[in-house]
């Protein structure tokens, strides 16, 4: 194997596929990246056996070929190297020579054989989208998932495609978030659990613009996104999530419209007061037309009134302020509309064609 290629391509591509490299593994062959050669570019490939990254960057091929390399290794290499242009050298014993500027390496790669294939999808079964709206879509709903290995189903994202719609929801025991979006045609109707940490990873490699799309392919146990010069595979957690619809209640006692940013701002004053270790929560006293925030702790307490628009009764409630912050920091409307039923039923921050945040509320004295 031998070919050049700049030494920015290379390091950028890299740096993509690190991200199905495993941190810890019992099998020392997940640490690699695939290197291989085709007519006019360069195949990097990782695979962690629940998420692998392909990546392709333009190079001048000499001699075409294949090897295992250590991928962080490499990449450290690489990245310290000089912009200039790289050559890449492996021989039929799997010793690789780097060349950049007046730099010499000289490594052992190892055969590809005992690598893991990334598993072939069926492209039958597709929709596609926005790179932007995609990544806007789980950013504003990934910090609701949850982090309980135990029930594995909510560490992941629903993804519902129906026509033209797609709606992402995440869940855990205290809240849920929902985000709804047009597409530009009519899809299959897909009901898919994607992993976080997929969808985390997606997230950091979607760079594009609201032109640029991202293609998606659904098959019963994996989930394949692909944008130019990039593929992202994913198995599927296997499960039924739980029917949020089943917890969302037009019916309301109390409607409160408040300023966004007087909310978010309020709300994260009070958790000046709050130790790490205290879960102290901060409560709302909706009276009039006024909604009194109040925090007390241990450090000592704040009082602070928002102006808000009412309609319903007063009440006294009170919630986990972060979770409150996670959602409110998400939602770009100047105003946000709060529906509550009374002080031990969940709180909906919603807008019917774009977004539902529930938050649980917690026990006040």
Known sequence: MKFTCNKNDINNSLDIVLKAVPSKTTMPVLECVVIETLDDSIKLTTNDMSLGIEARFEASIEEKGIILVNAKMLFDIIRKLPNESLSFEADENNNILIFCGKSKFNIMGMDHEEFPLLPTIDKSNKITISQFTLREMIKQTIFSISNNESNKIYTGELFEISGDNIKITSLDLHRASIRNNSLKESFDD???????KTLNEVVKILNGGIDDEVEIYFTNNHVLFEIPNIIIISRLIEGNFYNVNQMINNDYEIKVKVSKRELLESIDRATLLLRESENKPVIM?????????????????MDENIVIEKEGKDLRIGFDPKFFIDALKVIDDEYVDLYFCNAKSPCFIKDENSYIYMILPVKID
């Open 190 to 196: 897909i009901k898919s659990v994607i992993p976080g």
């Open 285 to 301: 006293n909706i009276v009039g037309n006024e909604i009194k925030m109040e925090m007390n702790t241990k450090i000592g307490s």
